[in-house]
């Protein structure tokens, strides 16, 4: 009899293991999958940035498909209003709804993928990517929720109610925060405003539905039902503010959740607070202006487009990220110890680039000082020793230094030009 309750046992943890074998490794795909499709939009942005004056000019027909469905859903909302029905099956809708909610949505994230300040509010990344993916869970699962609401056959137990319908508000709350983010009433106005029109919709729905439930049917005897009961039966104006309170407790459950897979406590803030010139972004990562060049993120860009000529001496021209920016001497020297340094010793360059990273988004907070022309030449001269400790690694290391030199910041084509010159270029 002990033997048989043993291996009972053993096959219950065989099974718990399985499940749970099973549920990490869904879960390590759908990373996978954000991860591929993370870079694929990287790359498809490379491209585009090629044709960056023709983009910039067609910006407002690529809003054309946010605008399409976006009158057509605003239209049934106004059929709703005046008739109170909706016909749900109708091809046109059920395709409009899955764009607004998925395809649209999807399109944009995938091409707003650069978290700096030189792409505008097209293409800059509307959430930080250290911390996109808890957000791209939580949209994920409002749209699930949306659907599970919208065309389930019958009503679930009223705790399941009042958690569906909580969700529905923290994502008429998200897409508001959205909307804020994006910062662009052109692109807020056909990619919020329908979201935000359905699931209201589905809230008006579960309202209509479970008072006509309600009618028909009691509470149960069970405390936690009953409350559930009030609170789904209450008007919308009463009901409203419970479910945003609840929306707090159901967001720390789904950020525990997400703690489980590495995400940071706070990771649904700093999304929105650490991107680049978004609605929301925090101090740290705000662009001020022309304080933070374009093609920029070196603060010695910052310095060679902003001190005295006399002093800093800019050289010319160069290219980065696509974009001009002013380059002098000591930049270049700069930038082409970094290459060299990859090159011959990448560990090495990766630490260092970690700690150098750390140092930036301490300098971005303070990126107004640079605007004041004294404060550029001083940090010039500063760098001054560690530019020649440059120049004498460079020379050390390098045959060709000038020419490592020369062709930072230039095309593709001037780059391999020079780096497959037989002649040295002379300082």
Sequence with gaps: MEYVKIKTAWKHCIRIVVKAHSFLSFIIFKRKIYTFVLSLSRFLKGIIQNYQPLIITLNYMLLIPFWIPCIIILSYIVIYLVSGRINYRSFLFLFCEFAVLVILPFLFWLFASENDCCHGSLFAALFAPKHAFSTFIL??????????????????TPILEVLVNTVLVIAIVLNVFIAIQINDIELALPGNLPIVCLYVLALANNQRAFIKYASHNKATRSRMEKICWSILQSKPLLKFPFLLVLCLPVLLLISSFLLLLGQEPDAFIRAFTEAYDRGLSGAAFNCQGDNQPCGGGHYLCTIAANGHKGVVKPVRLGIRKGMPIICNRQLLIANAFEELLQEK?????????????????????????????LISDLIYLLMKPLELFFVLALYTLDLKPENRIARQYLSKEDKEAIKNSKNDIMA
Excluded: E, M, N, W
């Design 139 to 156: 949209i994920v699962l409002c749209i699930i929720t949306y659907y599970y609401s919208s065309y389930r056959k019958k009503l679930a």
């Design 345 to 373: 010793f990448p560990g090495l360059h990766q630490f260092i680039r970690k700690k150098y990273d750390v140092v930036g988004d301490f300098i971005h907070r303070y990126y107004g000082i640079f605007k004041h022309k």
